[in-house]
């Protein structure tokens, strides 16, 4: 595949950059992306774009209105969907075309589809359950294919920038959609009637202190799956949580927070009781 078709097609590959000009963006463009990332947060069918220059400047704006939302939830369900649709295209791709997008997120993939497991952790879940050999995950071609859209995810809903270094017309475009982005992502506690409604999972969904944190992970991943919430839309609610407790004096990190879910959504039977939380602090 010729290098402008590859990065019209997947505009976040490092060849992207040498499309990316130092052009002024209009307000008009930033209410453009302002509303493709509202369609993207509500799964609507992407637009492909033609040319290489426009695939990675609307790529390029998209990210800067989902930042300037700032809304956890909301950059995580635009990255999981924009991830997914990308892994689409992609597993239709000739071997060639998803080794070289694949190795972007993957430097150690080798033929037969292995990387290593420092690669792995990077970018994915799912180690433990994992084929793991000699320091390296073999993985098929629909396994390399998933992870790489973890990783996509990962890397699209992170922002390390300084928020006040984003252009004032992102916000402006994203301060218009984001009722409707509020509408479409309301967290589970929204929901009236459920046990993580109640004001002892509340509580805890606040942030709790060193100590404590591990077991009001746990509570809270309890209370979403009584309620039937999905995995996904569990750990991203505890990855809130973990930010929240964090901005104490010790970091309690998503990762720890991720492996409390992972653990109850296997033993989905256990109860909740608000006075075992009350007796635990």
């Known amino acids: 595949m010729e290098e402008s078709e590859l990065v019209t097609r997947y505009p976040f590959v490092a060849a992207s950059r040498a499309y990316l000009k130092d052009s002024k963006v209009s307000d008009a463009e930033f209410e453009d992306a302002a509303g493709r990332v509202l369609a993207t947060v509500n799964n609507s069918p992407a637009r492909r774009e033609s040319k290489p220059a426009e695939a990675v ?36 791709e000739e071997e060639a075309t998803i080794v070289r997008v694949c190795r972007e997120f993957f430097p150690s993939l080798r ?55 984003l252009p004032k017309n992102a916000v402006a475009a994203a301060e218009g959609i984001k009722p409707r982005v509020a509408e479409t992502v309301k967290p589970p506690s929204f929901f009236k009637g459920s046990v993580y409604s109640l004001p002892c999972v509340q509580k805890v969904r606040k942030g709790v202190m060193e100590g404590k944190r591990y077991y009001g992970a746990m509570a809270l991943a309890i209370a979403l799956c009584r309620d039937g919430v999905t995995k996904e839309r569990a750990i991203d609610e505890l990855a809130d949580y973990a930010r929240r407790c964090s901005a104490g004096t010790g970091e309690f990190t998503e990762k720890e927070s991720r492996n409390a879910v992972e653990w109850v959504y296997k033993h989905s039977t256990i109860g909740f009781a608000c006075q075992a939380m009350r007796d635990q602090g």
């Open 57 to 92: 400047k609307n790529y390029a704006v998209e990210r800067l209105v989902l930042y300037s939302l700032d809304d956890a939830f909301a950059a995580r369900r635009y990255a999981a969907n924009k991830a997914t649709g990308y892994a689409r295209l992609l597993a239709g």
């Open 111 to 165: 033929p037969a589809y292995s990387v290593s497991v420092i690669d792995f952790v990077k970018n994915a879940r799912g180690l433990a359950e994992a084929q793991v050999e000699g320091g390296r995950v073999a993985l098929n071609k629909e396994g390399l294919v998933g992870v790489f859209r973890e990783a996509l995810a990962k890397k699209v809903s992170s922002f390390t920038a300084d928020r006040k270094t």
